[in-house]
């Protein structure tokens, strides 16, 4: 049993005035199957639609909702409570980035499973089951990343491959994505074909408890992208347990509608993929990605003069994909910080 948070009147009345933080009430429950943990940045509607699927998933099973909202303009908590009445909910005044929120909700997790999900997704019927089950049967198994399906039921690639110099040369000089290599014939339960990989997509990420609190959680210093590349990247080089690709369990993914692109995140994507770089390479390699880095913005920041000449496409579009690419370029020159507190920035 655990004692956990819910709001009251009249503290929710002092907390609008900064007078104390979000709000308390104290009542008991059970341990919970698994433990939900959502980050949301200016998506509310997309987040109400992902906590109305976990709630249908709670019919058979006890589910701890966590939620961390970093500095949105239209989150209210009172939203949340009216249909996952039990959820943790924590309000950041200061956007620190996907990471870090996911490691506050896990500091209130007690479930023995901790699934990641993008609150642009939608669970389907036995989603979580699937996800609890593979788990309880295969203890060599650490982390379970269902199948995606876009809003149009489109299959979405739920595996990556850590990044290496080939790819990095692929995507950020020839701006296209490298050759991939088949996936390992390793499988086991090949009747449904679930298989072992090297990296699940972020978007739906299910990992054992005990496993993100040995490996300290996802990196903080990805403020976003990479960060569940490198987390399962220290994964297995730390640990014997596996990863495993699940695309017989659907989870519908809104892609990108968390984190519409803008110019800022651009930018953030590629001071991440230089600092997974200099994490897990040797400094030369990571000195030889900023440099690339480099001479994709100096590529990137010519095109834009052409495409987006500001009597063609306008001044506003035009301005601000230059000076974002210029920021870039100043900070691969280290004439500028990195972007990642930017409060513009989130999955």
């Not at 870090?100 to 023995?112: G, K, L, V």
């Not at 063609?312 to 507190?341: A, D, M, P, V």
Request: hydrophobic share 35%; proline share 5%; charged share 20%.
């Amino acid at each position: 049993m655990r004692t956990r948070i819910i709001p009251t009147l009249g503290l929710r009345l002092l907390y609008c005035f900064g007078k104390v933080p979000y709000p308390i009430r104290e009542y008991t429950m059970p341990k919970p199957d698994i433990s939900v943990s959502i980050v949301n940045y200016n998506s509310t509607e997309f987040l109400l639609r992902c906590l109305h699927s976990i709630e249908k998933q709670s019919t058979n099973l006890f589910i701890e909702t966590l939620i961390a909202d970093n500095s949105s303009k239209d989150f209210d908590p009172e939203q949340i409570y009216q249909i996952v009445p039990h959820a943790s909910v924590t309000v950041n005044r200061q956007n620190k980035g996907f990471a870090y929120a996911h490691n506050q909700n896990f500091a209130h997790s007690t479930s023995d499973y901790f699934l990641l999900l993008n609150p642009d997704t939608i669970l389907t019927d036995g989603s979580l089951h699937g996800i609890i089950d593979i788990f309880a049967r295969f203890r060599n198994v650490a982390i379970v990343g269902p199948g995606l399906l876009s809003s149009t039921g489109k299959h979405l690639e739920n595996v990556k491959s850590f990044p290496t110099i080939t790819s990095a040369f692929f995507e950020l000089l020839l701006f296209r994505s490298a050759p991939t290599k088949p996936h390992s014939a390793n499988t086991f339960l090949r009747a449904t074909h679930q298989r072992y990989v090297e990296c699940i997509n972020g978007a739906a990420l299910a990992v054992r408890s005990h496993v993100y609190k040995s490996l300290s959680g996802l990196d903080p210093l990805f403020f976003m992208y990479f960060e569940e590349v490198d987390f399962c990247k220290r994964l297995r080089e730390s640990t014997p347990y596996k990863i495993v690709s699940l695309p017989g369990i659907k989870v519908f993914h809104y892609h990108g509608r968390s984190s519409i692109q803008t110019d800022v995140r651009q930018t953030v994507y590629y001071e991440s993929y230089y600092r997974y770089f200099k994490k897990h390479h040797c400094l030369k390699t990571s000195l030889f990605i900023r440099g690339i880095i480099i001479l994709n913005s100096m590529v990137r920041l010519l095109g834009i003069q052409v495409k987006y000449f500001p009597i063609i496409s306008g001044w506003q579009s035009y301005s601000n994909k230059t000076l974002s690419t210029f920021r870039l370029l100043l900070w691969g020159f280290g004439l500028r910080k990195s972007s990642r507190l930017s409060s513009e920035c989130n999955k």
